[in-house]
């Protein structure tokens, strides 16, 4: 998650620029001056710029929150700051990827209460790779240079479970792959198009822009590809503290992004609209951002979705590259609370 941030950060000047947002908190009609709130002024930590992050934004513009009786006030938070106030109480809620699976291990007091939405990283190649060709076989795979924005990360995480899925061991110590952090994602793309790495795992919007070039295809994309296809990359994870003390409010912010999410699977092209009139970022390219917030299919109210098996994947994928130590049910039954 951490990271994920930063990557935003680096590219939003080609899609998604966030301009002035983490100072901001804009007014929302739906709460006027003298409302009150069952539960008082919250602080949600969302203003990172990204996209799709975008069911924060619409739930505090539509009045979603205040309808649930929170007086919402989005603010900024990094990664570390998050973790701590998710243990000690300060923050309620935040979105995160799978990342956060071992912060919970380290005994960080968190579950998982819903999911978000589907993935948001994309493995791409050259747009003359060899490894465009269909049916690829684990020895195409070995021996690749794959650049990753850090080696533990998210995206180096999302590269180990696909090389493992396809019987290449991502292993440091196996040595049949080679990963190469960038802590920045367009020279990690600058990279990939000189032929210093095979595969570059970036974050969203990279990958696409990458695409609109010319110059790479997407080898894998976790919103649609196996073998991460219908499964929540990104949940909201919620402080145990608040949950135990109050869990009618963990309830209702809930609810109001759950509202939200539909809202915006509905209304995508408006709900860029007032991304962008709000100033959370501003987006250059409509109908690349439009896509993209498409395919990430947000949960929905009614949704079925099994989010605690989505959980469990993870957990044993991660275990396998050597990411968690937990047995993956008993982590899984740990983490993940129904409401």
């Known amino acids: 998650m951490k990271k994920k941030l930063l990557k935003m950060a680096l590219v939003m000047s080609l899609l998604v620029t966030t301009i002035g947002a983490c100072g901001k908190n804009a007014k929302n009609d739906s709460t006027a001056s003298g409302q009150e709130y069952k539960y008082g002024t919250v602080e949600i930590p969302a203003l990172d710029g990204s996209l799709c992050g975008a069911p924060i934004y619409?739930?505090?513009?539509?009045?979603?929150?205040?309808?649930?009786?929170?007086?919402?006030?989005?603010?900024?938070?990094?990664?570390?700051?998050?973790?701590?106030?998710?243990?000690?109480?300060?923050?309620?809620?935040?979105?995160?990827?799978?990342?956060?699976?071992?912060?919970?291990?380290?005994?960080?007091?968190?579950?998982?209460?819903?999911?978000?939405?589907?993935?948001?990283?994309?493995?791409?190649?050259?747009?003359?790779?060899?490894?465009?060709?269909?049916?690829?076989?684990?020895?195409?795979?070995?021996?690749?240079?794959?650049?990753?924005?850090?080696?533990?990360?998210?995206?180096?995480?999302?590269?180990?479970?696909?090389?493992?899925?396809?019987?290449?061991?991502?292993?440091?110590?196996?040595?049949?792959?080679?990963?190469?952090?960038?802590?920045?994602?367009?020279?990690?793309?600058?990279a990939l198009y000189s032929g210093d790495i095979d595969i570059a795992a970036v974050w969203d919007p990279l990958g696409d822009i990458a695409v609109a070039s010319g110059k790479a295809e997407v080898l894998v994309d976790i919103s649609t590809d196996e073998p991460f296809a219908g499964k929540y990359c990104c949940f909201y994870y919620a402080s145990e503290k608040v949950l135990n003390e109050n869990p009618e409010e963990v309830k209702a912010l809930y609810t109001a992004l759950l509202k939200a999410q539909e809202w915006i699977n509905e209304n995508p092209e408006e709900a860029l609209d007032i991304i962008e009139k709000g100033n959370y970022s501003e987006i250059e390219d409509k109908e690349l951002a439009a896509k993209l917030i498409t395919d990430y299919q947000y949960e929905t109210i009614d949704s079925d979705h099994d989010v605690k098996e989505d959980i469990l994947y993870f957990a044993e994928e991660l275990k396998n590259i050597g990411y968690l130590e937990s047995d993956p049910q008993e982590f899984t039954d740990k983490l993940y609370f129904k409401l």
Not at 112 to 117: F, L, Q, R
Not at 136 to 160: F, H, M, P, R, W
């Open 58 to 190: 619409i739930a505090y513009e539509k009045g979603f929150f205040a309808e649930e009786g929170i007086d919402a006030k989005l603010t900024s938070a990094d990664f570390e700051t998050r973790k701590i106030g998710l243990n000690n109480g300060t923050i309620p809620i935040v979105n995160g990827d799978f990342q956060f699976f071992s912060s919970v291990e380290q005994g960080i007091a968190m579950k998982v209460i819903g999911g978000m939405h589907y993935g948001c990283i994309k493995l791409v190649v050259a747009s003359d790779s060899p490894l465009l060709k269909d049916n690829l076989s684990a020895s195409d795979l070995e021996n690749l240079k794959i650049g990753v924005d850090e080696v533990g990360g998210t995206t180096y995480q999302v590269a180990s479970i696909w090389l493992e899925e396809q019987g290449v061991s991502a292993k440091p110590e196996d040595g049949e792959a080679t990963f190469l952090p960038y802590s920045d994602g367009n020279l990690e793309l600058e």
